[in-house]
């Protein structure tokens, strides 16, 4: 499985420089975002863009398709919906419940996925993630067709009032960051090493001497708590957990937002969410259109457009970077 | 009526049997699964969205153009076979030499663009297709249950296709051609047998499966969009069971995993949805390779 991926920009010299540089030029932005955009738009894209980055922990670095993160993403939100409605337990701890079921199903469904690869991997997360569907349309506290709605921000800590939009945007805006960070901390630790070494080459990674499996399992795992993060936040934000959550349609949408953005790069994901969130909010209008379009953009990214939106503009910056050396008489 | 299990026989058996039909609709799918699988190396993620257009060319045909259900049977499985050899021709041979995740991919959205278009036009709520032709009209009393000849027809109809299959593909010239192409094309090709030709009627024929499978559907459950996506992820899990390395195999879990719902219906209706994924994780554990796969 060597094919399904492309070179992580830091790989390249000097580009470790550009991508700090744009993480902080991201970060001014999101800061004054809000006075430019409608914060439950910027929320929106925020949630889905850690989604997406959970999932590109997965499927860029460790070279594992999972069809089924909407297990993850829905799974969680439903329980943060429900400890904080029905149970009226604080914001933060939502989302701690609801990180950690996301963890533990994670851990769960990895252990049996991992048995397989490749595109058995894929059926059989999809398979096990619909699994998952159909207990939440059964079970008494997701309330079937209708979901949990009405569900209240609460106060973080008992002191910040979340109900007002700005202090949500920069309360999700803040774990968003913190979450981010660790991901981009994970890819570059030797963990983040090893699960590339694994996907480049998996018998190899295996007569090295490493645990293949646990790899997997672990990558799997942290996946699925960040997905199950960005799952109940999207909860507080919308203040609504749905069957749309769990849906199969929902595993596509995020595979489709990093495959846009950039498989295996660092800002691939957040590109590919903002795009996808931002289609879909002028194209609501259109009802199933946005399905077409949608299947329209898998098709055309996988026949001619397979490095993404950011896996492009890194091949162009590694080209000039090349020739500029190149011309320089190999200066370094 | 002697009651077993204090089930009365009828809903048993009346469960039974309805499993037998869902399991005729599992076998038929995993088989051209299956054979697409073996020649293109693609899990085609289309299959549902094609086996739910089968069932639409049949209602298209007898709502616009009055044509029957027997001509249906044999028609819309051509045209929709022919579509996907367009497909294959437009799209799916592009990506062949690339990881076989991309065909996942790929065919994923084209399930989306043509579930897509189809709610577009038919909304999510189904129509009736009321064409079932008087000879397989009404049923028989067995004593032990009630058999509507329909539902009995399907399960043999479906029993005869999987048959003619493995008897195409195991016993014949043409069929040592294709399974000589799985094993090593570009041996046969050298032999001076035009495979690429041969990628695209499998993956034609495979599609005419499905559609096959979609038009007998058509009469029992009504003709909606969502029809393939509903189905198409259980036929995943069947097909993980199963292996895809044999037809026998992919005939036998559809089968079984059918009566195994339809059980499961009777003794314990909540976990009916749920079931065949129980049995993939179980299936998973134990053979992690499925039941008739070769080990990975």
């Known amino acids: 499985m060597s094919t399904m991926n492309v070179e992580t920009p830091a790989a390249i010299p000097g580009t470790s420089n550009l991508t700090k540089l744009a993480l902080v030029a991201l970060l001014v932005l999101a800061l004054v975002a809000p006075f430019g955009f409608y914060p439950i738009f910027l929320m929106k894209a925020l949630c889905f863009a850690l989604f997406a980055a959970a999932f590109n922990l997965l499927l860029g670095y460790g070279g594992l398709l999972s069809f089924g993160h909407a297990a993850f993403f829905g799974g969680a939100a439903y329980i943060a919906a429900h400890v904080v409605k029905v149970l009226g337990w604080p914001p933060e701890l939502g989302l701690i419940a609801g990180t950690a079921v996301a963890a533990v199903m994670g851990l769960l469904i990895g252990w049996l996925a991992i048995r397989r690869q490749g595109i058995y991997f894929a059926m059989v997360t999809l398979a096990l993630a619909q699994m998952i569907y159909f207990v939440a349309l059964e079970a008494k506290f997701t309330h079937g067709e209708d979901g949990i709605q009405a569900v209240p921000r609460g106060k973080f800590l008992g002191l910040l009032d979340l109900s007002d939009t700005n202090t949500m945007y920069y309360f999700v805006l803040v774990i968003f960051a913190l979450a981010f960070w660790l991901i981009y901390r994970t890819i570059n630790s030797p963990f983040g090493q090893v699960l590339k070494a694994i996907r480049e080459n998996e018998p190899r990674a295996i007569s090295l001497g490493y645990r293949v499996d646990h790899y997997k399992l672990l990558a799997f795992t942290l996946s699925a708590a960040l997905a199950g993060l960005a799952g109940s936040m999207k909860a507080l934000v919308f203040q609504l957990a749905s069957l749309t959550d769990v849906d199969w349609r929902m595993s596509g949408q995020v595979v489709l937002m990093t495959l846009v953005g950039g498989v295996g790069t660092v800002f691939g994901p957040l590109v590919g969410a903002f795009i996808l969130v931002t289609m879909e909010n002028y194209l609501a209008q259109f009802g199933s259109w946005v399905t077409v379009i949608q299947g329209l953009i898998f098709v055309i990214c996988v026949l001619t457009f397979r490095k993404g939106i950011v896996g492009e503009i890194a091949e162009l910056i590694r080209r000039t970077k090349g020739e500029r050396s190149s011309g320089g008489g190999g200066g370094h | ?147 509507p000849i329909y539902r009995g027809w399907v399960v043999v109809a479906s029993l005869i296709i999987c048959f003619g299959t493995w008897f195409a593909i195991e016993r014949t010239k043409l069929g040592s051609y294709l399974r000589a192409a799985t094993e090593n094309p570009k041996l046969v090709q050298a032999f001076g047998i035009n495979v690429p030709r041969m990628i695209t009627l499998t993956y034609g024929f495979g599609v005419a499966l499905a559609a096959m499978a979609g038009v007998l559907a058509a009469p029992i459950y009504h003709v909606s969009p969502l029809m393939g996506s509903d189905i198409i992820i259980v036929v995943f899990a069947v097909v993980v069971i199963g292996g895809m390395g044999s037809i026998v195999g992919a005939v036998v879990s559809g089968f079984g995993l059918g009566l195994i719902e339809g059980m499961t219906k009777v003794f314990y209706p909540e976990a009916s949805n749920t079931v065949i994924f129980v049995v993939m994780a179980i299936v998973l554990l134990v053979k992690p390779a499925g039941l008739f796969g070769k080990a990975a």
């Open chain 2, 1 to 147: 009526m002697i009651p077993l299990l204090n089930i009365p026989t009828q809903i048993l058996f009346g469960q039974l049997l309805l499993g037998l039909i869902n399991g005729s609709f599992y076998a038929l799918l995993s088989l051209g699964l299956a054979v697409i699988f073996g020649l293109l190396n693609i899990i085609n993620f289309a299959h549902g969205a094609l086996y739910m257009m089968g069932a639409f060319g049949a209602w298209l045909m007898l709502e616009y153009l009055g044509i029957g259900y027997w001509p249906a049977l044999i028609l819309s499985p051509l045209l929709v076979g022919a579509f996907g050899v367009l497909l294959e021709k437009a799209f799916l041979h592009r990506i062949y030499k690339l990881d076989h995740l991309y065909g996942l991919l790929l065919t994923f959205g084209l399930a989306l663009i043509i579930e897509g278009l189809f709610r577009n036009y038919y909304g999510v709520s189904g129509q009736a297709y009321d064409a079932v032709p008087d000879l397989l009209k009404g049923g028989y009393n067995l004593g032990f249950m009630f058999l």
